[in-house]
T-cell receptor
Framework: GESVGLHLPTLSVQEGDNSIINCAYS??????FIWYKQESGKGPQFIID?????DKRQGQRVTVLLNKTVKHLSLQIAATQPGDSAVYFC?????????????FGTGTRLQVFP | DAGVIQSPRHEVTEMGQEVTLRCKPI?????LFWYRQTMMRGLELLIY????????DSGMPEDRFSAKMPNASFSTLKIQPSEPRDSAVYFC?????????????????FGPGTRLTVL
């Protein structure tokens, strides 16, 4: 029979537009969050992180927003480029528990078309 | 820095054979993680070590899977006997280790993965 895989939400954007990828994290006790990018055939790669004492952090072309009230994390990519096409994962951590174990979300596929 | 190194990059084997995956973490990192990624289940944590000691192996599927970290620069994940349902990409990741202020240091660096196919 046909296997059923994870249904990854897909975001399709036009090159040059801004992208917003959302993530609902699971644990209100999490205090450290990371966004990873995974290109086809490669391992996940760190993009940006944020601590729970912040609600916004900016990097180069990327911004992460954290809303602890509703346990929501978003990644904004400015002027999306074809090279941004990948699967994006959010991950959460409870650093206050002295653990570096990460809990990963299921991921969102970003497709950039010309 | 060469980053996390995994070998082999690809492995094709027959059901029932033993498979050993290898990982060299980033020098100076104290934590090492083994993950499995499939279309069905996504990215799953199998086991992780801190200072060469297994901390959490609750993700190890069954007794056919075992992992060792004999020293700070080397870890193995072994499957014996292998089955077709073990086919997946296996990632190793390392991090500085817990205790760094506010979570920084908990960022994990991933290797390129080993694509395992069990026929």
């Amino acid at each position: 029979g046909e296997s059923v895989g994870l249904h990854l939400p897909t975001l399709s954007v036009q090159e040059g537009d801004n992208s917003i990828i959302n993530c609902a994290y699971s644990n209100s006790a999490s205090d450290y969050f990371i966004w990873y990018k995974q290109e086809s055939g490669k391992g996940p790669q760190f993009i940006i992180d944020i601590r729970s004492n912040m609600d916004k952090r900016q990097g180069q072309r990327v911004t992460v927003l954290l809303n602890k009230t509703v346990k929501h994390l978003s990644l904004q990519i400015a002027a999306t480029q074809p090279g941004d096409s990948a699967v994006y994962f959010c991950a959460e951590n409870m650093a206050w528990q002295n653990t570096d174990k990460l809990i990963f979300g299921t991921g969102t596929r970003l497709q950039v078309f010309p | 820095d060469a980053g996390v190194i995994q070998s082999p990059r690809h492995e094709v084997t027959e059901m029932g054979q033993e498979v050993t995956l290898r990982c060299k973490p980033i020098s100076g990192h104290n934590s090492l993680f083994w993950y499995r990624q499939t279309m069905m289940r996504g990215l799953e944590l199998l086991i992780y070590f801190n200072n060469n000691v297994p901390i959490d192996d609750s993700g190890m599927p069954e007794d056919r899977f075992s992992a060792k970290m004999p020293n700070a620069s080397f870890s193995t994940l072994k499957i014996q006997p292998s089955e077709p349902r073990d086919s997946a990409v296996y990632f190793c990741a390392s991090s500085l280790g817990p205790g760094t202020s506010g979570g920084a240091g908990n960022e994990q660096f991933f290797g390129p993965g080993t694509r395992l196919t069990v026929l």
